[in-house]
């Protein structure tokens, strides 16, 4: 029996840039030093990366939503055991094609898998799990505007897998937005979440996707069966890591609902992330879906958190791979939690271990309260009838 672990999106949102830089210098290593052990039974750790490693030149999260953090998270990635990287997600463009490349050869020279990118070398990667071999396929349906509201160009449209289009139709407004300067852009967006901040207002609320896919989707979605066919003839196992969704909300919407049945045929699971908090796991029936694993390391004190569905807990997912059936035997999680001190530096490890540091001063009822709404939400619907603090829990 052989395991894999898959893992929400990883950030470094500003407060963990701050607090993380000493002297010039950036250190990570504490942020993720509590899942060591957690990790050292699983032969491949999978994190989805929502950041980018574009180089200090072009500045460390220089713009308001564009996340380019410094090597040293990746060294740090490297060090507690995550060995596998997604890349399609809605920032991985934030600093172009160049900042994209960029992140793939800074991952390569940590030996740290990765795919999602063109620049990776194939639109998909197989990974040999004990006796089993696993195809990951690493996909976006959401992508941010260029600065100014400027659509996507196609060089670079054309550098990442694609599950949708990602340019909205031009609209009015749109159309008016993009007549703004984006320096003066910059300065009202920053003036705005400062208001907002000010008088304790998310400047995020919770989204739920619920449009519909439409004919523009179709060559994408074309795309990856052809992908996930070809996948198929060399692997064991297709995973489909599919960057989609709202944001903060706690089930999918229509439009990722509509998403994954369309994969659903090429692939034997489907793991979610992008909404920044937990969705349910379906287990039953072929394939597996996961809609969203939250994302692990959330810095709390970010200006566009919603706390209304626990963004401070992620789930590691693990499955269990039958060398001899070749199929998935088992599927736990484990429920992880984040916790960021008065400086803004965030550390992430498993609750268990998490309340065991707090001690007596832990609010030992409320906390598994939560755990039982996130068990409630993961199992779409079951209960703990005696919630209780587990490393791992079944599904």
């Given at each position: 029996?052989?395991?894999?672990?898959?893992?929400?999106?990883?950030?470094?949102?500003?407060?963990?840039?701050?607090?993380?830089?000493?002297?010039?210098?950036?250190?990570?290593?504490?942020?993720?030093?509590?899942?060591?052990e957690l990790f050292e039974g699983s032969e491949y750790i999978v994190g989805a990366l929502e950041t980018t490693f574009?180089?200090?030149?072009?500045?460390?999260?220089?713009?308001?939503?564009?996340?380019?953090?410094?090597?040293e998270l990746a060294e740090s990635m490297k060090g507690c055991g995550i060995n596998v990287l997604t890349l399609a997600?809605?920032?991985?463009?934030?600093?172009?094609?160049?900042?994209?490349?960029?992140?793939?050869?800074?991952?390569?020279?940590?030996?740290?898998?990765?795919?999602?990118?063109?620049?990776?070398?194939?639109?998909?990667?197989?990974?040999?799990?004990?006796?089993?071999?696993?195809?990951?396929?690493?996909?976006?349906?959401?992508?941010?505007?260029?600065?100014?509201?400027?659509?996507?160009?196609?060089?670079?449209?054309?550098?990442?897998?694609?599950?949708?289009?990602?340019?909205?139709?031009?609209?009015?407004?749109?159309?008016?937005?993009?007549?703004?300067?984006?320096?003066?852009?910059?300065?009202?967006?920053?003036?705005?979440?400062?208001?907002?901040?000010?008088?304790?207002?998310?400047?995020?609320?919770?989204?739920?996707?619920?449009?519909?896919?439409?004919?523009?989707?179709?060559?994408?979605?074309?795309?990856?069966?052809?992908?996930?066919?070809?996948?198929?003839?060399?692997?064991?196992?297709?995973?489909?890591?599919?960057?989609?969704?709202?944001?903060?909300?706690?089930?999918?919407?229509?439009?990722?609902?509509?998403?994954?049945?369309?994969?659903?045929?090429?692939?034997?699971?489907?793991?979610?992330?992008?909404?920044?908090?937990?969705?349910?796991?379906?287990?039953?029936?072929?394939?597996?879906?996961?809609?969203?694993?939250?994302?692990?390391?959330?810095?709390?004190?970010?200006?566009?958190?919603?706390?209304?569905?626990?963004?401070?807990?992620?789930?590691?997912?693990?499955?269990?791979?039958?060398?001899?059936?070749?199929?998935?035997?088992?599927?736990?999680?484990?429920?992880?939690?984040?916790?960021?001190?008065?400086?803004?530096?965030?550390?992430?490890?498993?609750?268990?271990?998490?309340?065991?540091?707090?001690?007596?001063?832990?609010?030992?009822?409320?906390?598994?309260?939560?755990?039982?709404?996130?068990?409630?939400?993961?199992?779409?619907?079951?209960?703990?009838?005696?919630?209780?603090?587990?490393?791992e829990y079944e599904l």
């Amino acid at each position: 029996m052989s395991k894999i672990t898959f893992l929400g999106d990883i950030v470094c949102d500003k407060p963990l840039l701050r607090a993380a830089e000493q002297g010039g210098k950036y250190h990570f290593d504490e942020v993720f030093a509590g899942l060591k052990e957690l990790f050292e039974g699983s032969e491949y750790i999978v994190g989805a990366l929502e950041t980018t490693f574009s180089g200090k030149d072009l500045g460390y999260n220089s713009r308001s939503f564009a996340y380019n953090s410094p090597d040293e998270l990746a060294e740090s990635m490297k060090g507690c055991g995550i060995n596998v990287l997604t890349l399609a997600n809605n920032h991985c463009l934030d600093y172009g094609t160049i900042g994209l490349a960029r992140t793939v050869h800074v991952l390569n020279d940590l030996s740290i898998l990765n795919t999602g990118a063109k620049e990776s070398g194939s639109k998909y990667l197989i990974l040999q799990c004990g006796g089993v071999k696993i195809a990951i396929l690493s996909y976006t349906a959401v992508m941010n505007s260029k600065p100014g509201g400027r659509p996507v160009p196609a060089k670079e449209k054309e550098a990442v897998n694609l599950l949708t289009e990602i340019n909205p139709k031009l609209t009015v407004s749109l159309f008016i937005k993009r007549l703004v300067p984006n320096q003066i852009r910059e300065v009202l967006k920053k003036r705005y979440y400062k208001n907002k901040v000010r008088r304790n207002i998310p400047t995020i609320k919770v989204v739920t996707d619920n449009g519909s896919l439409t004919e523009r989707d179709d060559p994408y979605i074309k795309d990856f069966i052809e992908a996930a066919r070809q996948a198929a003839k060399e692997a064991d196992l297709v995973v489909a890591c599919v960057h989609c969704g709202g944001q903060f909300n706690s089930a999918p919407g229509n439009r990722t609902k509509q998403l994954f049945e369309r994969i659903s045929p090429y692939v034997n699971f489907i793991i979610g992330n992008h909404p920044h908090v937990i969705q349910r796991v379906e287990t039953e029936g072929n394939p597996g879906r996961a809609y969203s694993l939250g994302t692990m390391n959330l810095s709390l004190s970010a200006d566009y958190i919603s706390f209304e569905n626990l963004p401070q807990y992620s789930l590691a997912l693990h499955l269990y791979i039958d060398d001899h059936k070749r199929s998935v035997d088992r599927i736990t999680y484990t429920l992880l939690h984040t916790e960021e001190d008065a400086d803004g530096f965030i550390r992430v490890m498993p609750v268990k271990d998490w309340l065991e540091k707090q001690g007596s001063s832990a609010d030992r009822e409320k906390i598994l309260k939560e755990i039982s709404r996130i068990h409630s939400t993961v199992s779409a619907g079951r209960t703990l009838t005696e919630p209780e603090i587990k490393s791992e829990y079944e599904l």
